[in-house]
């Protein structure tokens, strides 16, 4: 079956030998961050825990490393990304989920009530409390959130801050994650692996599968674009020649994305310039080079 005129992707342990056979004979210290695979009913408690049913590559993915170890150096096995172990996943995407809930929609959000002692005491049958403060109106800024919502390729995910069939699988140091969504929009696949969190109110598919994207992660560990940051430790991929251009692995796969199906401009009232996480040094004066890896004036 192939899919948009693609073969099927090698299958999840194939890639993971190929990771762990690099990491092993170039990053010791990142191979053996790599934790064992969980079994197959830790897996099921973690579908139990999420109330979902897992694509097959991630259940056999989690079955062969689990996550990776948590604190120390260096920290990220996707090229700075940290893969989650399930107990994480289930902590991330429940905080997600208390995002959604909690904070956009109005009626969960509670408005404690002054204590009656604080006005005479309770004894006082003269003194009553005034009424509870009002809830102030933020309809507009969860409109506005909303509004700004969309995804690449258009209708490929839905127009959602938060979702909870969007399942973390690794996540950044700036409140983003990698995950695969179980609820796609009208042109996207069930399964595909975006980009979703903080700085992304634009989702970007940037893999059909989980299987597809542990092969691209494998690809860019097989090229010389690969390096080591000195103070960090961290792994990072120079995907551009310029000196200085050194963005995060996530705006290097949402650039990837963008030249595939071309750019996706901001809406109004957005700024389409990431400064989260870019690791730009340089004459860049903060942003991060994914506005324009090219110099000057000339067309990207």
């Known amino acids: ?68 170890e948590r604190g120390g150096r260096p920290t ?83 127009k959602a801050y938060a979702h909870p069939a969007w399942i973390p699988l690794a996540r950044d140091w700036g409140g983003n994650n990698i995950a695969v969504d179980l609820a796609p929009g009208p042109t996207g696949k069930w399964g595909q692996v975006i980009i979703m969190g903080r700085d992304y109110d634009c989702k970007y598919v940037i893999a059909r599968s989980w299987a597809a994207f542990l092969a691209t992660v494998a690809d860019d560990l097989s090229t010389d674009k690969w390096w080591v940051e000195e103070d960090s430790k961290e792994l990072k991929l120079r995907e551009f020649k310029q000196t200085g251009v050194e963005p995060a692995y996530l705006d290097i796969l949402r650039w990837r994305c963008d030249q595939k199906y071309g750019r996706k401009q901001p809406k109004k009232g957005q700024d389409g310039n990431l400064r989260v996480n870019s690791n730009v040094t340089g004459n860049m004066n903060g942003f991060s080079p994914y506005g324009s890896p090219t110099s000057g004036n000339e067309d990207r």
């Open 76 to 158: 990220g096995m996707i090229f700075g990304c940290m893969l989650l172990d399930c107990e994480e996943i289930v902590q991330e995407w429940q905080n997600w989920r208390k995002v959604n809930e909690e904070y956009l929609t109005q009626h969960n959000i509670q408005v404690p009530r002054p204590p009656t002692k604080a006005f005479a005491g309770a004894s006082s049958s003269s003194s009553t409390p005034p009424p509870p403060p009002q809830q102030p109106g933020n309809s507009l800024w969860r409109q506005d959130l909303l509004a700004r919502q969309d995804s690449q390729p258009p209708n490929a995910v839905q």
């Open 1 to 68: 079956n192939f899919s948009e005129g693609l073969p099927p992707p090698p299958p999840v342990a194939h890639s993971w030998k190929r990771i762990e056979r690099w990491a092993e004979d170039n990053y010791e210290e990142l191979f053996e961050n790599l934790c064992e695979g969980c079994t197959q009913n830790d897996v099921n408690e973690l579908e139990h825990e999420l109330d979902c049913t897992l694509p097959m590559e991630v259940r056999e993915s989690l079955q062969v490393h689990d996550g990776q």
